[in-house]
């Protein structure tokens, strides 16, 4: 898919979001999935009902429409950020970056996968996100 080709990276807010929103979930698993404008990962589709659910976030990601994604973002309860069996069907599914973010959900504590679950760089990039909430 040439525009998931595209992705030069995450921008920072993005990816606090990300981390403040894991561990406001925790020890619940956060799912959502990613979208990118301009080749920057800016947006996260939350998964309605991920918050308040024990069950397995990555099973939820399956049932989301198919809407236009980039990959997908999860949370893992403990410190490992492995993708699990689970994990690599759906990456197989969506997108081509998928990021396993895992406690305590600091700068550190995240990795991004490829569709087939190799590790791939995912640059943090300072960029100035336009607040869509006030439209
Ligand atoms: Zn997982």
Redesign the pocket.
Known sequence: MKKNAEIRGIASDTLDFILAASKSTYPNEFAGLLQASDGIITDVLLLPGTESSKSNA?LKLFMMPNISAVGSV?S?PGSVVR??QA?LHMFSKTGTHHI?VGHPYGRNNWKCYDGSGQPVKLEVLDVELEDEELL
């Open positions: 990555v999860h893992h993708p699990s994990d396993i």
